[in-house]
């Protein structure tokens, strides 16, 4: 069955990098898109950018801009997302979602990958 | 941005009785391609990640029992439960997928 299984949780300091990994299984990992989304504890849903896995192209949300950069490597179907100067406002937990429609930016998500927890604390 | 604005923010109904959560979006979400509305529900219940519910605003997607279902076009859509049952506790997300950054609604929290 299609599955994406994260990477396990992180702690940060203030200023550090995380990269987080998503791996696919059960499709083709180059045809379909691949979004990130977070969630701040308590909070709402907010989508960050997304990857064109068999392209490396990319598009990010104009508020992570110059911090984030998200990557694959299509040998393992895996999907990247490092943000980097972390604040603690960047503690949340954070999600892989692969788009429905192949070969389609655009679109509902499903399926979601299970959630990265990056706890940013000095 | 396309700003989502959910209502209302919890909502509280009796097993069994009807349950209708509303979404706003500040812009029209409609893909002149096919016709439909660019918007997609979510559940989500607690150390989950999201469920996909609806896509194109009211196609339910496979699984997802029929007493969901979703209705709206341009910028105001219902997600109405038929009748609740005791597992659809949950926060719902309403999603607009029209334009980039793709945006969330902030969610409506129900309870029995």
């Known amino acids: 069955q299609v599955q994406l299984v994260q990477s396990g949780a992180e702690v940060k300091k203030p200023g550090a990098s995380v990269k987080v990994s998503c791996k696919a299984s059960?499709?083709?990992?180059?045809?379909?898109?691949m979004h990130w989304v977070r969630q701040a504890p308590g909070q709402g849903l907010e989508w960050m950018g997304w990857i064109h896995p068999d392209s490396g192209g990319t598009n990010y949300a104009q508020k992570f801009q110059g911090r984030v950069t998200m990557t694959r490597d299509t040998s393992i179907s895996t999907a990247y997302m490092e943000l980097s100067r972390l604040r603690s406002d960047d503690t949340a937990v954070y999600y892989c979602a692969r788009v429905v429609v192949p070969a389609a930016p655009a679109g509902w998500f499903d399926p979601w990958g299970q959630g990265t927890l990056v706890t940013v604390s000095s | 941005d396309i700003v989502m604005t959910q209502s209302p923010d919890s909502l509280a109904v009796s097993l069994g009785e009807r349950a209708t959560l509303n979404c706003e979006s500040s812009?029209?979400?409609?893909?002149?391609?096919?016709?439909?509305?660019?918007l997609a529900w979510y559940q989500q219940k607690p150390g989950q990640p999201p469920k996909l519910l609806i896509y194109?605003?009211?196609t339910r997607e496979s699984g997802v029992p029929d007493r969901f279902s979703g209705s709206g076009s341009g910028t105001d859509f219902t997600l109405t439960i038929s009748s609740l049952q005791a597992e659809d506790v949950a926060v719902y997300y309403c999603q607009q997928y029209y334009n980039t950054p793709y945006t969330f609604g902030q969610g409506t929290k129900l309870e029995i």
């Open positions: 194109w605003a009211s």
């Open positions: 059960g499709y083709t990992f180059t045809g379909y898109y």
């Open positions: 812009q029209r979400l409609l893909y002149s391609s096919n016709n439909k509305n660019c």
